[in-house]
């Protein structure tokens, strides 16, 4: 396949889909976009880090042909645009890609990248586990129960952007239409957006967050939505979930209510179970244990990911994907840090488990399991960069490149 503007790796294959499986060669090309902010810091870091597993793991018989491709700033430098379609087409054609944070400005400017990303690759499930690691800092007292994953709709709800502008003449119209034809009494200097929310697409990832509890042998998932106040669209959310349950994974799945008639829970099922999403926010804290995956709306997901990870480190150990039916883009999961960019210093464990995600994604599960194992025992040599060393008893503060460097010596010493 031919580029405007990129240089294909001249060795490697791509990823292929047959019957819904990935066909992964020994040799993959993988694009990357490095990212804007301390995107290429934490690249760099996180490039190595792979590339060590993938050595560790299978020596030469396996390795990744890395290719570059451009979103965000360097984008608009090499093409004029924040998001070219060669980015799109090469991420659609070789499956399986990683990228760094990319900056968007708040209250103006261009849309949201990483939005656009997702909605243009229909890449519908944002997929976030948290965990763990020993020894990292946290502000609960019981931070080794919180192991928990994800499910976020990516690409409805009030990030489909569909807004309009106070004072403009489409923003009016909308209102005086509501007003109108739907009895509503908006204010007439009113900002108005939409919140849209489709069976499809929350059946769909419900489906997907279904199949990876009974895969991974998890005991629940949970609908967290707002369907209290708004019925027709959280509410929806719900409703359209216990059903993907009850008549796709009828033999998998147990709801709540069900398993509370039963003098004892079926073990070899995964129950079915939903919160309202103000009152998730506490489960998490005082009960994190009794949450092992989370299905949910855009927002909803957007808000409870980052408040899971807090108990866990923060964002610089929040691993990302955001995956559609035939491809996937792994992600750091914070934000670009430009105050930071270029000094070498922000943790890049964020990326490095997204990559640790993505191997696990393409099956190769030897080099998942070092990058994860080698984050772990990174950590408890106390040699981490500042924003853990900061809390931790006699911890030395490292480089972002240094970090990288000691979790490549750990992987290298696994067996």
């Not at 009828?250 to 398993?259: D, K, R, S, Y």
Request: charged letters at 25%; a neutral charge; hydrophobic letters at 40%.
């Amino acid at each position: 396949m031919k580029f405007e503007k990129l240089n294909v790796p001249l060795e490697g294959k791509r990823i292929e889909v047959e019957g819904g499986q990935l066909r992964v060669p020994a040799n993959p090309i993988l694009p990357f976009i490095e990212g804007d902010g301390i995107g290429p810091d934490i690249w760099a870091a996180a490039r190595r880090v792979l590339d060590a597993a993938v050595k560790k793991a299978f020596g030469s018989a396996r390795r990744i042909h890395w290719f570059e491709v451009y979103a965000g700033g360097k984008a608009r430098d090499r093409y004029g645009e924040w998001l070219p379609q060669d980015t799109l087409e090469a991420i659609r054609y070789y499956t399986v890609a990683i990228k760094g944070p990319l900056t968007t400005p708040i209250g103006g400017g261009y849309r949201s990248l990483n939005v656009t990303l997702r909605q243009e690759l229909d890449l519908f499930a944002c997929i976030r586990p948290v965990r763990y690691f020993e020894g990292v800092p946290s502000p609960v007292k019981r931070p080794q129960d919180v192991d928990l994953t994800i499910f976020r709709e990516n690409t409805e709800d009030v990030y489909a952007g569909i807004e309009w502008r106070e004072g403009t003449e489409k923003c009016r119209k909308v209102v005086e239409f509501l007003n109108r034809e739907m009895g509503c009494s908006i204010a007439a200097d009113s900002a108005i957006g939409v919140k849209t929310m489709s069976a499809r697409a929350s059946k769909q990832l419900v489906r997907k967050a279904i199949r990876y509890a009974i895969e991974r042998k998890k005991p629940s998932v949970t609908l967290m939505h707002k369907g209290n106040i708004m019925k027709y669209t959280e509410g929806a959310f719900k409703e359209w979930g216990y059903q993907v349950a009850r008549e796709e994974f009828p033999e998998f799945t147990i709801t709540e209510e069900e398993a509370g008639k039963l003098a004892k829970r079926p073990a070899s099922k995964v129950m079915i179970k939903d919160r309202i999403a103000d009152s998730m926010f506490q489960q998490i804290l005082i009960r994190p244990s009794d949450y092992s995956v989370v299905a949910t709306p855009n927002l909803n997901g957007d808000y409870l990911s980052d408040a899971a990870v807090a108990q866990v480190g923060g964002l610089g150990l929040a691993p990302g994907a955001n995956i559609g039916d035939t491809t996937a883009v792994f992600e750091a999961t914070h934000g670009t840090a430009p105050a930071y960019a270029g000094q070498d210093k922000v943790n890049p464990g964020s990326l490095i488990l997204s990559g640790a995600m993505m191997f696990e994604y393409m099956g190769w599960l030897e080099a998942a399991d070092l990058i994860v194992e080698g984050m772990r025992q990174a950590i408890r040599t106390k040699r981490v960069t500042y924003d853990l060393a900061r809390h931790m008893e006699g911890a030395i503060t490292v480089k972002c490149s240094e970090f990288a460097g000691v979790v490549i010596a750990k992987i290298e010493e696994g067996s």
